[in-house]
């Protein structure tokens, strides 16, 4: 790997430490800004170097620095809400491969992108979140309210936020190409 290519994957993963500590709590899953930056690297950095960022924070916050929205170490892949960092790098995949596979251009199309990341996302969240709460946690959560918290309550903010993403990708896709990737692998 180049320099760059290791420096950029570094920053993506930054950002989504930094969007974990901008959240609105909820029950049981807090809402934060962290898939902004799934969105971001799987449209501007491609599906590899996207998903290695995401790869990297998971690893980073598994290693003990206090990067989730609720700490780190690696006694946190027993928490509830671990799915959804594993959902983080498999959804940054899918969004650069969709819209790289599909030369998805325009705002409508990055959306319908960003929406299948969100659906990886929340059904690995949500199938991790269901599993911890009955089999780690001990306190079993029905179907119908591990998807109430666990998609329901969240979904809203994250829609918007995709819509948002969407039109930032927009924006600077032609320009993040030209500029920041020139010689990266």
């Known amino acids: 790997m180049k320099t760059k290519t290791i420096a950029f994957a570094a920053l993506f993963a930054a950002f989504t430490a930094v969007g974990a500590f901008i ?43 206090p990067v989730f929205a609720e700490g780190g170490g690696p006694s946190y892949i027993f928490k509830p809400t671990f799915g959804y960092l594993i959902g983080f790098v498999l959804g940054a995949y899918a969004n650069g491969w969709f819209i790289q596979k599909f030369h998805l251009k325009s705002v409508y199309s990055i959306f319908l992108a960003n929406l299948s990341t969100l659906l990886i996302v929340y059904f690995i969240g949500c199938t991790w979140l269901y599993g911890a709460m009955k089999w780690m946690v001990e306190k079993p959560l029905s179907l119908h309210d591990t998807l109430l918290f666990g998609f329901i309550f969240p979904v809203p903010g994250d829609l918007i936020i995709a819509f948002i993403s969407a039109v930032i990708i927009y924006k600077l896709e032609t320009r993040v190409k030209n500029t920041w990737m020139k010689g990266a692998a």
């Open 23 to 65: 959240k609105i709590p909820i029950p049981y899953i807090p809402f934060t800004l962290q898939i902004l930056s799934v969105y971001l690297a799987g449209a501007l950095l491609g599906p590899k170097l996207g998903s290695l960022s995401q790869l990297c924070y998971v690893l980073i916050g598994l290693a003990g620095l």
